[in-house]
């Protein structure tokens, strides 16, 4: 008598209990009310303070040198031709992936504020990625995402990254994990295909030419050229990798190559490249460095 009792007292403890479970799981999956937590980089949160000194320095210098190029490029006529307009596009490009990253970073490292809403995480990923990636193959990740179901609600990054994410979900991934390393399979590995057959076109110009000087010239552009890429897809590639394969590699470190492939090419980009081209390296110096009137 008093197991059936047990049972049947049992049987309402699990019907009551359940309810509330899944209601909890549609708030989780409901992303207008979804809020995030960044923890910032895992295993160094004592250190955000020192952290944010050199992470603001590359910030600032972005957005100072960008910007430099920016404006003369506009107010400067003769840098309306293709070269520089060129220019100007990767500089609007690191600008935008700089200020999606921004505003989040210094509330979490100077606030310690890491929460953010699950539409505006969606929104920093697709901006932060969109623009080195390409906004029409970035556009599908926010909208996979949209369909998870989350049991997490810390996210182990300085930003909302998209494995980040992807992890911290309970039910089916495996889209989310075939279409990002598409991605990063599919940009880096076409890029590098064009860039090897440009470069082969190069050497074999350079074969033919029977000037030293343009030899020299051709080969010095080049270099700058193969140190961008470097610096470029090396990061990437290491960090989309990282999250699928390096578990044995610690989260912080994981999470500052996230943040240094980011960053890093955003800040030598104009450096490289602004270098090269001499007349506006010289105007930007010229601009950066004129005193007070």
Same mark, same amino acid.
Request: hydrophobic share 50%; proline share 6%.
């Given at each position: 008598m008093r197991e059936r009792k047990y049972d049947s007292v049992q049987k309402q403890m699990i019907y009551f209990v359940q309810p509330p479970t899944v209601s909890v799981m549609l708030i989780f999956n409901h992303s207008s009310i979804l809020k995030f937590t960044l923890m910032g980089i895992s295993g160094l949160e004592s250190q955000h303070l020192w952290l944010f000194i050199p992470f603001s320095s590359m910030f600032l210098a972005v957005l100072i040198v960008n910007g430099a190029i920016l404006f003369l490029v506009a107010t400067e006529p003769t840098f309306h031709i293709p070269m520089y307009l060129l220019l100007a596009l990767l500089m609007v490009a690191d600008l935008i992936s700089t200020?999606?990253?921004? @505003?989040?970073?210094?509330?979490?490292?100077?606030?310690?504020?890491?929460?953010? $809403? $699950?539409? $505006?995480?969606?929104? %920093? =990923?697709?901006?932060? /990625?969109?623009?080195?990636?390409?906004?029409?193959?970035?556009? @599908?990740? !926010?909208?996979?995402? %949209?369909?998870?179901?989350?049991? /997490?609600?810390?996210? !182990? /990054?300085? #930003?909302?990254? +998209? =494995?980040?994410?992807?992890?911290?979900?309970?039910? +089916?991934?495996? @889209?989310? +994990?075939? #279409?990002?390393?598409?991605?990063?399979?599919?940009?880096?590995?076409?890029d590098l295909l064009l860039i090897g057959f440009s470069y082969g076109f190069i050497l074999q110009a350079l074969v033919c030419l029977n000037s030293q000087d343009a030899t020299y010239k051709a080969l010095n552009t080049c270099s700058a050229h193969l140190f961008v890429i470097l610096v470029t897809y090396v990061p990437a590639l290491f960090s989309s990798l990282m999250h699928r394969i390096g578990h044995n590699i610690p989260p912080h470190a994981r999470v500052l190559l996230a943040n240094l492939y980011l960053l890093l090419p955003s800040v030598?980009?104009?450096?490289? #490249?602004?270098?090269?081209?001499?007349?506006?390296? +010289?105007k930007v110096t010229k601009c950066l460095c004129r005193g007070p009137a």
């Open positions: 200020l999606a990253l921004l @505003p989040k970073f210094l509330c979490l490292f100077w606030f310690n504020d890491g929460d953010i $809403a $699950a539409n $505006a995480c969606f929104t %920093q =990923m697709f901006f932060t /990625h969109g623009t080195s990636v390409g906004v029409i193959l970035i556009l @599908p990740m !926010p909208l996979l995402l %949209q369909r998870l179901t989350f049991c /997490h609600m810390v996210i !182990p /990054h300085t #930003y909302c990254d +998209h =494995m980040a994410l992807v992890k911290m979900a309970c039910d +089916h991934t495996r @889209p989310n +994990h075939i #279409y990002g390393l598409f991605v990063i399979l599919l940009v880096v590995g076409l030598l980009n104009p450096i490289i #490249y602004g270098r090269k081209m001499k007349e506006i390296w +010289h």
